[in-house]
């Protein structure tokens, strides 16, 4: 049998506390962790580490939690809970769950987080929502009564959680060589005659020549990127124009040109709302970087003719730049770009700073060169990031599945294991050298 109950009925709810004022130095600098919304927000099932520790004054003043408990957030990200897996302490802020001696503390750490969105509807409006020990003692959740239930719930939705983790640290690490990679290639090169990287300057002063940018191989130019390519920026139909949308044409919005290949847009718009903006097409292939807002200086490549509200540098293979290329090297100076936007607030970069970006410009055939090598290593990320979104999307179905009583457990914990074989890719495979 299985129920919907309170969470009070299976552990006590207490309530954190803060030494006062909590400016005082004299509460903090011991070797207890000071558990903060931030550490948990950036953890994972376990809480291992703190930004801050409190003295013995200060733990005598809050409150103390241990290895293995259970505790939540209840104030500015509400309902978000974590395993402490260290000596540390809570302020009032967190509630700690305790007395929990015929539940599973994993089951009820999973069953928390499936319902985190439901207990910040729970909290009491202000400036900021929070909850209280009533509110969360009085939430209904499904609760299985056998205790080696909840334990292989808990098993399967772990066995889920590793293969998320693991899937991350594949793509930190794929990350990490790409921009190696990065700097290798484009301060480097690659020596067309042995398909490996250059010698570095150090070893090799007499294959480079000082530029602009820094010392470059002898070969290469440095150009500013209006020799190339015409950038121009698009432009936005009227919104109180409805029927200037949904119709046929495709159309880039400025918070679409954070995904490195745009393959669909999220709008689309009529050809009169074509007609009568200054929207612009812009063909297949071509680079787009953002010009404002939140995306400002982000760099996509586009897989389908369509019309953009963005700057755009519309580059297709020429004999002296090939797209690929300029995607690559825009995106390693895309700092640099956003280095000369002027003033506070979010960015706001011009057609003239865009014109004006100074590029590195090996040959045509090193540029394919370079651009393979970064293909090779993004398809590797794509693939794991794949994995990561295929596993996320099992989570939440497993969840709502077997945290809600809807099914019964019936999962094969060896359907989810993390498979290191299954990937195809090895690290030696997508080194530069």
């Not at 395993?83 to 015929?102: E, K, L």
């Not at 760099?299 to 293979?317: E, G, K, P, Y």
């Not at 599945?401 to 019964?408: A, E, Q």
Request: proline share 4%.
């Amino acid at each position: 049998m299985s129920n919907k109950s309170r969470i009070g009925d299976h552990a006590k709810v207490r309530r954190g506390a803060s030494p006062r004022p909590i400016s005082d130095p004299k509460y903090f600098g011991g070797t207890v962790g000071w558990v903060r919304i931030s550490d948990v927000t950036s953890a994972k099932k376990y809480l291992r580490k703190t930004e801050q520790y409190v003295s013995p004054i200060g733990e005598s003043l809050s409150v103390r939690v241990d290895c293995g408990d259970l505790i939540m957030s209840i104030c500015a990200t509400v309902g978000r809970p974590v395993i402490v897996d260290m000596p540390a302490c809570i302020h009032d802020g967190f509630v700690q769950f305790y007395n929990v001696s015929h539940d599973d503390k994993e089951y009820m750490y999973y069953l928390l987080q499936f319902h985190e969105k439901d207990l910040e509807r729970k909290g009491q409006p202000g400036t900021q929502v929070n909850l209280n020990t009533t509110i969360v003692e009085n939430f209904e959740a499904f609760f299985p009564t056998s205790l080696d239930e909840q334990r292989k719930i808990a098993r399967i939705l772990s066995s889920v959680d590793s293969v998320i983790e693991k899937t991350e640290a594949a793509i930190a690490k794929y990350e990490a060589i790409k921009a190696g990679m990065m700097q290798d290639l484009f301060t480097r090169g690659i020596d067309l005659d042995t398909g490996k990287l250059r010698p570095n300057y150090e070893e090799s002063p007499e294959l480079y020549k000082e530029s602009k940018l820094g010392w470059i191989p002898k070969e290469w130019d440095v150009e500013i990127l209006s020799k190339y390519t015409v950038t121009y920026a698009g432009g936005t139909p009227s919104r109180s124009r409805s029927d200037y949308f949904g119709g046929s044409i495709a159309w880039v919005s400025s918070s679409e040109v954070n995904n490195p290949k745009i393959y669909k847009t999220k709008e689309t718009i009529t050809q009169e709302g074509l007609d009568n903006s200054s929207a612009k097409w812009v063909k297949s292939g071509s680079v787009l970087i953002a010009m404002y807002g939140a995306t400002a200086g982000k760099i996509s490549r586009l897989f389908i003719d369509a019309t953009t509200n963005q700057a755009v540098l519309a580059c297709m293979d020429n004999k002296d730049l090939r797209a690929r290329y300029l995607y690559y090297i825009m995106f390693f100076l895309k700092d640099q770009i956003l280095f000369k936007v002027q003033g506070s607030g979010q960015p706001n970069l011009s057609k003239d700073i865009i014109d004006k970006t100074l590029l590195l410009i090996p040959s045509p055939d090193e540029q394919v060169f370079i651009s393979q090598r970064l293909e090779k290593i993004d398809s590797v990320i794509e693939f794991e990031e794949h994995t990561y979104h295929k596993y996320q999307q099992l989570k939440q179905a497993l969840m709502s599945d077997l945290l809600t009583g809807k099914v019964r457990v019936k999962y094969e914990e060896n359907n989810v294991e993390y498979k290191e074989d299954k990937v195809e890719y090895e690290e030696d495979k997508v080194e530069a050298v």
